[in-house]
């Protein structure tokens, strides 16, 4: 699970670094020192899990969760404070930890594997839900050239999100939408797994998972060479998904 670690204070995430060092399945992929470099981490790095302080100078850390959560495909939050008096206001951010500093290792290892138990629900929330609706549409539609095209959803084969523009590749070329990849989620979760911040792939069209001489994961798609990137943190959800397919 890969952790990013946002506190004001450097010996205090120097302390954070070194317990999560000592813990078996857990990678620290960023600091970040208040919110702003917080939410930028998140967009590079896509941790699965960030330990958030609550004082820190500018936006404060429960302003920054309310932001986390309201991304498209939010981290789990962990808060590490020295104050107690902001317990009841973190969890009505969602968070899945209130930490006390000085953190105890016992303590940060108990709220990292309840926070790992949550994604796991998480991303197993779309297997338990296979059933069309029947009142769906069958065709997206794109702007072109030549005026507006439907595309079957049957020739879809992902949708790749790049800043405020949704590309659908498909077995005849690609395509900018007008929609957001999380409304296409939304209104499509029974047909499109998120296997990225930026990506959704067709179910039906998933051959396999590969890894990459760098290390990545990827996925392999009926009738396209492209390779779409699996973000860490979907891993496991989709390798879940594909021993029932």
Do not use: W
Request: hydrophobic share 40%.
């Amino acid at each position: 699970m890969d952790v990013l670690i946002v506190d004001d204070e450097p010996l205090a995430r120097q302390r954070l670094a070194r317990m999560l060092d000592k813990l078996d399945g857990y990678d620290l992929v960023a600091e970040a020192e208040n919110g702003e470099a917080a939410l930028a981490a998140i967009c590079k790095f896509d941790p699965d899990i960030v330990l958030l302080d609550v004082r820190m100078p500018g936006e404060d850390g429960l302003s920054v969760a309310r932001r986390i959560g309201a991304l498209d495909d939010p981290p789990a939050v962990i808060f590490c404070t020295a104050f107690d008096q902001y317990a009841l206001d973190a969890f009505g951010t969602e968070a899945v930890g209130y930490l006390l500093k000085p953190v105890k290792s016992e303590q940060l290892l108990e709220a990292l594997t309840k926070a790992q138990r949550l994604n796991k629900v998480q991303r197993a929330a779309f297997s338990q839900n296979q059933t069309p609706t029947g009142n769906l549409r069958s065709h997206i539609s794109a702007k072109t050239r030549r005026g507006v095209e439907l595309i079957p959803l049957d020739d879809v084969r992902y949708f790749i999100a790049d800043h405020k523009y949704v590309t659908v590749y498909h077995v005849n070329g690609e395509h900018l939408l007008d929609e957001t990849l999380k409304e296409l989620e939304e209104e499509f979760s029974q047909r499109f797994l998120r296997i990225h911040r930026n990506a959704l792939v067709s179910v039906k069209h998933i051959e396999a998972i590969e890894r990459t001489a760098q290390g990545q994961y990827q996925v392999r798609l009926s009738n396209t060479e492209m390779r779409p990137i699996v973000s860490r943190r979907h891993v496991g959800g989709l390798k879940a998904l594909l021993k029932h397919l």
